[in-house]
Antibody, heavy 129, light 107 residues
């Protein structure tokens, strides 16, 4: 059974960089046709897709966050990571990692990102001094 | 970004009721729509993909329909364990955007 687990600091200071890692077990992060994504949910609010990465390193980012987001993958560790720079209180949220189906895929990327079918349990990151 | 509008925002129903939630996209998204269930303190769970396909292991009382801009999610007979917030999500265009959610309560 595929499992995803987020890890990283629960408290980040304003203007600093939020860093999270997602460890995938029970399957390979190098599987074709799957991207690996980050989604966040501010307390009491809805879901926002942040971005996703393919095992090749191909990425898609939400344009609203693109200038501050970097997602990377380490296939040797079966992990992928999120960095969000210059954080403010508005970035306080539960951050989820998830597997995302890709559509119309080659060895380097997929044309379309589809459903999010496996999720981690989520980790709360609070931005506060 | 494509805007996804769910209605109602919340609803209360009795066990055994048929429950329907609608999701409207701000532009044509074909059938590129998913539905998720989120219980308090838990991660979202995929229920329906491509507007009408039931995810493996999901009870058959859940169903979805629609295409273009108008979509419907239905629970044919509400069970106590269905208490949750439900979200639609489009993936026709990036960024994939979610509806604001529908909170379902037991009457």
């Amino acid at each position: 059974q595929l499992q995803l687990q987020e890890s990283g600091p629960g408290l980040v200071k304003p203007s600093e960089t939020l860093s999270l890692t997602c460890t995938v077990s029970g399957g390979s992060i190098s599987s074709s046709s799957y991207y690996w994504g980050w989604i966040r949910q501010p307390p009491g609010k809805g879901l926002e897709w942040i971005g996703s990465i393919y095992y090749s390193g191909s990425t898609y980012y939400n344009p609203s966050l693109k200038s501050r987001v970097t997602i990377s993958v380490d296939t040797s560790k079966n992990q992928f990571s999120l960095k969000l720079s210059s954080v403010t209180a508005a970035d306080t949220a539960v951050y989820y990692c998830a597997r995302q189906r890709g559509l119309h895929c080659s060895s380097t990327s997929c044309y379309r990102l589809g459903r999010l079918d496996y999720w981690g349990q989520g980790t709360l990151v609070t931005v506060s001094s | 970004d494509i805007q996804m509008t769910q209605s109602p925002s919340s609803l209360s129903a009795s066990v055994g009721d048929r429950v329907t939630i609608t999701c409207q996209a701000s532009q044509d998204i074909s059938n590129y729509l998913n539905w998720y269930q989120q219980k308090p303190g838990k991660a979202p769970k995929l229920l329906i993909y491509d507007a009408s396909n039931l995810e493996t292991g999901v009870p058959s009382r859940f169903s979805g329909s629609g295409s273009g801009t108008d979509f419907t999610f239905t629970i044919s007979s509400l069970q106590p364990e269905d208490i949750a917030t439900y979200y639609c999500q489009q993936y026709d265009n990036l960024p994939g955007t979610f509806g604001q959610g529908t909170r379902l309560e037991i009457k």
